[in-house]
């Protein structure tokens, strides 16, 4: 059943459902049979019927009314929740077998959905229901377990007719009917209205629905049973699924329903409890072959009426193809005319122009040979301009090369302007700051001299603060043209060093503090490449790198200096890596190759070491990347040009 579309239902459906399912119960005890076997227990059906019409909300009304019903039953007030239980289960599970996972409609209008429904919907849920209800009344003693199996079989095969006779007509016959008014709690596609049968059908019923009745009178069903299944598959093969239907539910309503309501007989009468299982098997093979037949009955009818559509359908088809191709050969036999009447016309029309056409030709001949003259001269005169366009487009060539050439130095040169003005405008602005303290202490230092008292001890103190104040100017302006010297290349020329040799020079100028801080240096001297530069500034890249991570170290741990090489096609790399402070690189990258500028001002120092390695490394060709968190130390990468 579709689940897509749902609606609300009438409140009086609950109630109703209730009661019909109440009246089921009651009518049912009329076929008691044992004390747990009725041979037409009528609640099944009406259960199967209310979930598939009303959805699992119906299980509550279904429960409900079991647990009323024990009485009838002889069941003691304690035990009626549990008997109740088994009937629940058995619903839910045709519900969820056929309609939830199977996907099936309850109009059964192929063979698949009638065989699917027999096995998940009825048999399958019915063998789980019996062997529980078995087990409650083994449990309860109200059954032997010695007769448990034979109970169960019987017991299934009698449950089994009920739902095949009553609810699977009433649901064929009845879905779309109540669904156009609104009493099913389902809506979707499955609730197409049958095909309405023709007069002839219910002719045609009249005669084996009129054959049971009288048979029932005159025939004792509970010997001649298989005559009423005889009658049930003649039906099939006549009048297909619907006929088998109703001929199948008014068998079971007059050789069993109707019989034990009124005279309250029953199979008791006649059979022990072994022949009943025969009788009961007999019976629901031929009610469930007769109905399997009518279905494909009814699907072999049905085909057929698509096929004879069909082959009409072609047939119109083919009549339409033909009376268009005659529209077509009639419309082709008028434009063939038209076109031969066109045709002449037009000959006519071109033999006037042919005779035009040859007094034309011979004038053109004339003026043919005149153009051929042209022509010749028109041709040297081509190749003599070719000659020239190729010489101007080499000319043009060369001076496009000129000019990109002259763009390129251009913008280099531009570019090299832009670079120095920024760097000059910064290196003012850093000479300015730099120089402004040790001239202002010299003024402030030159004002507070006692000139009129030359002898003054006070004197002395002020000139030696001058004195100092001096020397920490020259010392500014002797680094400032230091770093003038390195920017402007003037050092030396390139050549080829053995950086293993300068790194030796730098560890023995720093022996006293290297053995002072007892540093743990790293490093294969063996493997120190060979590069090209100006020795002065490898060695104060190297002393500068080695003398920061000494100065900087952290006060926790020893001090370790490694360093590592490696190459490229492009360049020599010497990785340098200690375990100091460190400083928040992320934080001041913008600031780091800036001079004069420090991070950690509790240790002495100026704030260059780090803008002279940057410059000197750009002097000699080379780059530097640098990298430091705090407290995890320091390093940097030297990439020197082969």
């Known amino acids: 059943m579709s689940i897509k579309n749902t609606r609300k239902l009438p409140w009086w459906i609950w109630p109703a459902g209730l009661i019909l399912h109440q009246l089921a119960s009651r009518i049912s005890i009329f076929y008691l049979y044992t004390p747990d076997i009725s041979d037409v227990y009528l609640p099944f059906a ?12 119906s299980l509550l009304v279904i429960y409900l009314s079991t647990i009323l019903n024990e009485p009838l039953w002889g069941h003691e007030l304690y035990t009626w929740p549990f008997f109740g239980i088994p009937e629940v289960i058995f619903t839910y599970l045709s519900w969820l077998f056929y309609i939830k ?23 399958i849920p019915l063998l789980i229901q019996t062997w529980l209800l078995k087990e409650i009344l ?39 009917y109540l669904e156009k008014r609104g009493l099913i709690a389902r809506s979707g596609e499955m609730f197409k209205p049958i095909r309405r049968q023709n007069a002839a059908f219910y002719y045609e019923i009249i005669f084996p629905t009129a054959s049971v009745i009288f048979l029932s009178l005159i025939l004792d069903f509970g010997k001649f049973w298989y005559v009423f299944g005889i009658i049930a598959l003649f039906v099939s093969l006549r009048q297909g ?18 019989p034990a309501a009124i005279f309250q007989q029953t199979q008791t009468n006649y059979f022990s409890e072994n022949e009943l299982i025969y009788i009961y098997l007999g019976n629901n093979l031929l009610s469930v072959f007769s109905i399997i037949t009518g279905r494909l009955v009814s699907d072999l009818k049905y085909a057929n009426r698509q096929v004879q559509d069909n082959l009409e359908r072609i047939r119109k088809l083919d009549q339409e193809k033909i009376d268009s191709q005659m529209q077509l050969i009639t419309l082709r036999e008028q434009q063939n005319s038209l076109l031969e009447k066109q045709v002449h016309e037009r000959t006519m029309e071109l033999k006037e122009l042919n005779d035009e056409l040859l007094t034309q030709t011979e004038e053109l001949a004339t ?44 913008k280099y040169s531009n570019k090299e302007l832009v670079s120095q003005n920024v760097q000059l405008e910064q290196f003012a602005f850093m000479i300015a700051h730099n120089i402004r303290s040790p001239i202002a202490r010299l003024l402030g230092l030159a004002n507070i001299f006692n000139v009129q008292n030359p002898e003054d001890l006070h004197n002395i103190e002020v000139l030696t603060k001058l004195q100092q104040s001096a020397k920490d100017l020259d010392e500014i302006v002797r680094e400032i043209s230091g770093i003038l010297r390195i ?24 022996h006293n503090e290297i053995q002072e801080n007892e540093v743990i240096f790293k490093a294969d001297l063996d493997n120190f490449p060979v590069v090209k530069g100006i020795e002065a500034y490898i060695y104060s890249i190297f002393y500068n790198l080695l003398s920061n991570s000494i100065k900087y170290g952290a006060d926790t741990r020893k001090i370790e200096i490694s360093v590592e090489t490696s190459q490229n096609d492009e360049f020599i790399l010497l990785h340098f890596q200690d375990n100091g402070m460190g400083f928040d690189y992320a934080t001041v990258k913008d600031k780091v190759f800036k001079p004069f500028t420090r991070f950690h001002t509790h240790k002495e120092g100026k704030g260059l070491g780090l803008f002279l390695i940057k410059i000197q490394m750009e002097s000699m060709g080379g780059q530097l990347e640098i990298f430091s968190e705090p407290d995890k130390g320091f390093e940097a990468k030297l990439f020197f040009i082969k």
């Open 46 to 57: 009406i259960s199967v019927i209310m979930i598939y019409w009303l959805g699992p909300a």
């Open 101 to 123: 996972l199977l996907k099936g409609s309850i109009y059964f209008r192929q063979l698949k959905q009638v065989i699917l429904f027999l096995i998940f919907g009825i048999t």
């Open 138 to 176: 083994v449990f309860f003693g109200e059954t032997d377990r010695t007769l448990f199996w034979q109970r169960w079989l019987t017991a299934v095969l009698g449950d089994f007719m009920p739902v095949i006779v009553i609810a699977l007509p009433i649901m064929y016959f009845f879905s779309g």
């Open 241 to 258: 699924f619907p006929g088998v239907l109703i001929v199948v539910f008014i068998t079971v309503a007059v050789t069993y329903i109707l």
């Open 367 to 410: 003026m043919s040979e005149e153009l051929a003259l042209q022509r010749d001269s028109l041709e040297e005169q081509n190749k003599i301009i070719e000659q020239k366009n190729v010489e101007l487009q080499k000319a043009g060539e060369v001076l496009q090369k000129r000019i990109e050439e002259s763009t390129h130095a251009l």
């Open 487 to 510: 920017k402007q290349g003037l050092q030396g020329t390139f050549v080829k060093l053995n950086t293993r040799v300068i790194m030796e020079k730098v560890l023995r100028a720093l």
